[in-house]
């Protein structure tokens, strides 16, 4: 029979001391393995592997494949470090007579000391390897009898001071108490995928490989994540603001200067951004659009219809460098429709700085364009009411706040040139509404993209050289600015240094983020200048540099970078009318997968798509760039991308409609689905629903 609801959210949030055979001592190291102070958290901390064992009489019939089980006697112990400065404990002993070494990476001396006593027969299990004249093992299983091995073992992570068998106790205790919970899923959707129930499919992950029990607790965190971000959408969305209706005379002026018309994208992105200034409601809302597509046009205009309307608008940038640019492109538009543009950054100080914010205060600059310092304290505007937040991944949620804060119910409109998965879409960005431009307007040239083995860099080089004698401008990017012990990968101030030598100190410049700001402002200029005809660069020209005339990008261990990413590099070029190229360098030994990887680029220039592929490839990771490499988007995430996807576009279909229909959660699916939400921690969303 299910327990009510409060009942079960009492059972589970309760602390680990509540369960028979747990005191605050081994409360303490459960906690500290990761599992957290509550029943809840115990449950959670799943096997990161299990461990299946064969029994063997002798090490010479182990195999590559699984884990071999057998007799072990130490004759000697002691502590290590290794090249590295990795910590780790050394055992000598022998395995059914043939010399055997055990290492246990990060322990502690007497704590191996203590399992595996010098003289006495214990028995292990792990990978067995040939090692000189016997065998080793690394980080092996350890037991004082076969039996405590068993053929298959959930291996949980665990903490020095605590061992196997604690931790299966205490996860035994905390399923043993868990009540049958009220079900928060939809009855046809746990049938059509053969899901067993909540308590069942917690057992079953931890008793060992379940693939629909996992599957079915992976759903329930997309499912509370879902949930979250629909009602916390709802109620900002709710958020009283004001309505901006202009009359167009500003943004004919600007369309004018700029001497196109709007792609149809652009257009429905502007439509969409128009309906939203025009609610009496606050509007939060994401425009992305992939290298070149225009969205900068179409913020100039956003901006420009609030300056219609007798108000204020500021845009936010990262860097200033773009700041610039963007003041630069803006400004221009702006003063054809004889709109005033302040710009507020670091450099910019003494009388021009007073000059702007006077300005501000009293309205006679209507568009304010700059970074950070635009929220910072000092400057106040007449009347802000719409924030662009331009690459707004590279700020903090508080930023963003504090701009917001500038003015009364402002609108906020963020910008990213990164195409962003749907899932991530779903998953990440679900409170906001989302526009996308996906074309690239008109006179955007291909870039035609090319590999190249790391052995044929002199080819490479060779190739640059001709570039150069025939005026083209190349930007040739690293992964690193400088060399380090552990890796080999070329560094930029190396390669600046060989390059300079080869082509001309006059003709090379370097650009990195170490720099001070204006040492790197100025080579990037003398780059755009066409002075410099080749820039060494790491990622800083990612976003904000425009130079038209830069037609080479050369990418060095691309594989080293995430799809996304190089896509954003390679729409640095392809600005101008003539051809472009794209080189990316792989190391050979990086191997097929990472080939395979890069070659989505020579396929095609649709971000979208790379941006989804690189999700899928890289098993979930961030793809804006602050996570690059394949940790799990939600803690119980399914290790197939593909699956992951689904079951979050199908937790996204349902929370949507549960919501449609139960507002306030209050029916019985309702109450469970609130019982899910403090479960995963969704406190902004089991907020507004006490509010609501």
């Not at 002691?78 to 043939?98: C, D, L, N, Q, T």
């Not at 008793?207 to 949930?227: I, K, S, V």
């Not at 009364?408 to 991530?424: F, G, K, Q, S």
């Not at 370097?510 to 066409?530: C, I, P, T, Y």
Request: proline share 6%.
């Amino acid at each position: 029979m299910e327990a009510p609801v409060s009942t079960a959210a009492a059972s589970l949030h309760a602390p680990l001391t509540s369960l028979p055979g747990i005191g605050p001592r081994l409360s303490a190291l459960l906690t500290r393995a990761g599992a957290g102070p509550r029943v809840w958290d115990l449950l959670l901390h799943l096997p990161e592997r299990f461990a299946t064992r064969r029994r063997l009489a002798h090490p010479r019939e182990a195999t590559a494949e699984g884990d071999a089980l057998l007799p072990f006697v130490a004759a000697s112990h002691r502590a290590a470090r290794s090249a590295k400065g990795s910590r780790y404990v050394e055992v000598r002993g022998e395995s059914a007579g043939a010399p055997m070494v055990l290492r246990f990476m990060n322990a502690q001396l007497p704590w191996i000391e203590q399992r595996l006593p010098r003289g006495e027969l214990r028995f292990i299990a792990g990978r067995i390897r040939p090692e000189g004249p016997g065998f080793s093992c690394i980080s092996p299983e350890v037991g004082r009898s076969a039996e405590d091995l068993p053929e298959c073992e959930p291996i949980w992570p665990l903490t020095e001071g605590l061992s196997r068998t604690q931790l299966a106790r205490a996860i035994k205790a905390a399923l043993a108490a868990l009540p049958e919970l009220p079900e928060w899923q939809d009855p046809r959707l746990r049938e059509r995928e053969g899901w067993p129930s909540f308590a069942a499919a917690l057992a079953a992950v931890h008793g060992g490989p379940a693939p629909a029990a996992r599957a079915r607790l992976a759903y329930d965190e997309a499912l509370a994540d879902q949930l979250a971000l629909a009602l916390v959408r709802a109620r900002r969305r709710a958020e009283p603001g004001r309505s901006l209706i202009g009359d167009g005379r500003l943004r004919q002026a600007a369309l004018a200067a700029f001497g196109h018309p709007l792609t149809p994208w652009q257009a429905e992105a502007l439509a969409e951004i128009d309906a939203d200034l025009a609610a009496p409601l606050r509007m939060r809302r994401l425009l992305q659009g992939d290298v070149g597509s225009g969205k900068t046009l179409v913020a100039t205009l956003a901006m420009l219809r609030a300056v219609e309307a007798g108000a204020q608008a500021a845009l936010m940038a990262p860097t200033e460098l773009l700041a610039r640019q963007h003041a630069r492109s803006i400004g221009r538009l702006c003063a054809a429709a004889g709109v005033r543009v302040g710009l507020l950054a670091g450099s910019v100080t003494g009388a021009e700085r007073r000059r702007v914010l006077a300005g501000l205060a009293s309205g006679a600059i209507p568009i304010a364009i700059g970074t950070h310092a635009l929220f910072q304290e000092g400057v106040v505007f007449r009347d802000l009411a719409l924030a662009v937040v331009d690459e707004q991944h590279r700020f903090g949620v508080a930023q963003r706040l504090n701009l917001a804060e500038k003015g009364e119910a402002v609108d906020l409109l963020v910008m990213t040139a990164t195409p962003i998965p749907r899932t991530l879409l779903l998953t990440l960005w679900g409170e906001m509404a989302v526009s996308r431009i996906r074309a690239k307007p008109a006179g955007r040239q291909p870039v035609m993209t090319t590999l190249h083995a790391l052995s044929h860099l002199e080819e490479v080089l060779a190739a640059c050289g001709r570039a150069i004698a025939q005026g083209a401008r190349i930007y040739w990017v690293c992964p690193h600015v400088a060399e380090s012990e552990k890796s080999d990968v070329a560094a930029a101030e190396t390669r600046f240094a060989e390059l300079a030598a080869r082509f001309g100190a006059d003709r090379v410049a370097l650009a990195h983020g170490r720099q001070e700001v204006a040492q790197r402002e100025a080579a990037l200029a003398r780059f755009a200048r066409g002075e410099a005809r080749l820039l060494v660069a790491t990622t800083v020209i990612e976003v904000g540099v425009d130079v038209p005339e830069a037609s080479v990008m050369v990418i060095e261990h691309a594989e080293r970078f995430g799809l996304s990413q190089l896509h954003q590099l390679r729409g640095r070029v392809g600005r101008g009318t003539g051809r472009s190229f794209c080189m990316l360098l792989y190391d050979e030994a990086a191997g097929a997968a990472a080939r395979q990887r890069l070659s989505i680029l020579r396929e095609t220039e649709d971000g979208f798509r790379i941006a989804d592929e690189d999700f899928r490839l890289r098993g979930g990771g961030e793809a804006l760039g602050t996570r690059q490499s394949g940790q799990p988007l939600l803690r119980l995430a399914l290790p197939d991308a593909r699956a992951q996807e689904r079951l979050i576009e199908i937790a996204h279909r349902d929370a949507t409609l549960l919501l449609e229909r139960d507002p306030e959660l209050v029916s019985p699916r309702g109450a469970a689905a609130r019982l899910l939400l403090s479960l995963f921690g969704k406190d902004a969303a089991m907020a507004t629903l006490r509010a609501g």
